[in-house]
């Protein structure tokens, strides 16, 4: 018990440390690109979590450790997803560079950027059409080979 409270008690301590240093440039703009991309990255999250256990596995973590892993990066949040990437931009990011980026966000064109890279936009279905046609046209396969999809 003693041990699971010390665990507690430092990641309390990262959590809070980590937040006091991300500006509120780096949430909103963690927030922007949850609110276009979130569903995608929980989507993806179930494959990538699938990955690594196996991964983990192949370097002789437990099968236990590797799926307990696993349900923990399935079960995060949107808001997790969001807190994590507002420490990355505040990291890798200047002030400068987030008030820049923020504003872009925000703008017009910004938002049409943004609004273009979600899952139901014209501009991504255009894009998946387009991807298939092209990895068709690299493998040699015909419409009447893959049923009409190319």
């Given at each position: 018990?003693?041990?699971?409270?010390?665990?507690?008690?430092?990641?309390?301590?990262?959590?809070?440390?980590?937040?006091?240093?991300?500006?509120?440039?780096?949430?909103?703009?963690?927030?922007?690109?949850?609110?276009?991309?979130?569903?995608?990255?929980?989507?993806?999250?179930?494959?990538?979590?699938?990955?690594?256990?196996?991964?983990?596995?192949?370097?002789?973590?437990?099968?236990?450790?590797?799926?307990?892993?696993?349900?923990?990066?399935?079960?995060?949040?949107?808001?997790?997803?969001?807190?994590?990437?507002a420490a990355l931009v505040s990291e890798h990011y200047s002030a400068d560079e987030q008030r820049a980026l923020l504003n872009f966000l925000e703008s017009d064109l910004g938002k049409k950027y943004i609004n273009s890279s979600k899952p139901d936009s014209p501009m991504t279905k255009a894009f998946g059409q387009t991807l298939t046609r092209e990895v068709c046209k690299r493998a040699n396969l015909t419409n009447r080979e893959i049923q009409g999809v190319c």
């Open positions: 018990m003693k041990k699971q409270m010390t665990a507690l008690v430092a990641a309390v301590t990262i959590h809070s440390a980590v937040a006091q240093s991300v500006s509120f440039e780096a949430y909103k703009i963690a927030d922007i690109s949850m609110a276009s991309n979130g569903q995608t990255l929980i989507m993806a999250m179930g494959m990538i979590a699938q990955k690594l256990e196996g991964d983990f596995v192949q370097k002789g973590v437990s099968a236990e450790v590797a799926q307990r892993f696993g349900r923990e990066l399935r079960g995060m949040t949107p808001t997790d997803y969001a807190r994590t990437y």
